[in-house]
């Protein structure tokens, strides 16, 4: 039997480039998977899942919409059963410095990158509690370990990762785990405008990354499914950097001080 046969699985931002891959894992994997995003480009991503034989539903919401989500729940849920697995993917960041931040970029980065998370995470709990347990997945990011821009977005992420220690801490009696991943730099199509006017911009951000490389969608689709199998049954609220090193430490700054090509 596969890891996830007989689950459903949510994932969020299904639309894009990390949330497609994690559909597919996760399908791959046995589960039903009901995909989320606000772009009606999801129903047909669904529907290509559902064409090769796995079981899929989407529904289409914005994170902060109240009264979309519940519709869209109450649609994934009758679809597919109750939820099983959350994986909080959805995100984004309006302005990448505090110079280009307004109230109003500043206000929607938290309120989709923290606020979906908490609104979707509540819509599943008690699906969770009723099956005698289950798994959240946030995905942060690295910029809610340090500053490295976007500063709304990354105070959404740094918060999240308390929103998702304080879920491990409340709901473990119910054996819900709670852990967040904190992906560096994700080769996706977001890059593609940024490509467009520096085509090395890529290339040039790699001389930080221990590694040598940029990660791709599949490894943070394999953390998460790490963390949501049985094979993570211990772990919870447990923040999983995954960044090729990035966070290890400063490898620019250290080559500098000990002159060593490494």
Not at 66 to 85: I, M, S
Not at 146 to 151: C, E, F, H, Y
Request: charged content about 20%; aromatic content about 6%; some cysteine.
């Amino acid at each position: 039997m596969k890891e996830f046969s007989g689950k459903t699985v949510l994932v969020t931002g299904a639309a894009g480039g990390i949330g497609q891959v994690m559909l597919r894992c996760f399908a791959e994997a046995g589960a039903r998977v009901a995909a989320l995003d606000r772009n009606e480009a999801v129903t047909a991503l669904a529907e290509s899942l559902s064409s090769l034989g796995f079981e899929s539903a989407a529904a289409v919401a914005d994170l902060r919409d109240e009264e979309a989500l519940d519709k869209a729940f109450a649609t994934l849920r009758e679809r597919l059963g109750p939820v099983a697995v959350l994986v909080n993917n959805a995100g984004f960041s309006g302005a990448s410095t505090l110079e280009s931040t307004s109230p109003q970029t500043w206000h929607a980065d938290i309120d989709v990158n923290l606020g979906g998370a908490f609104r979707c995470t509540v819509r599943t709990l008690d699906d969770m509690k009723a099956a005698g347990g289950g798994a959240i997945v946030n995905i942060g990011s690295v910029n809610g370990l340090t500053a490295l821009g976007d500063p709304a977005y990354s105070a959404a992420k740094a918060g999240l990762i308390a929103y998702t220690k304080a879920l491990a801490l409340e709901y473990g009696r119910f054996a819900i785990r709670a852990n967040v991943i904190c992906p560096g730099t994700v080769r996706t199509p977001i890059w593609d405008h940024r490509i467009a006017r520096k085509p090395e911009v890529l290339d040039d951000l790699v001389k930080w990354y221990p590694l040598r490389r940029i990660a791709d969608p599949i490894d943070i689709a394999r953390a998460a499914l790490f963390l949501a199998s049985d094979a993570a049954g211990a772990i919870t609220g447990a923040v999983l950097p995954v960044d090729c090193g990035l966070s290890a430490g400063n490898i620019q700054m250290a080559r500098d001080l000990t002159l060593a090509d490494f």
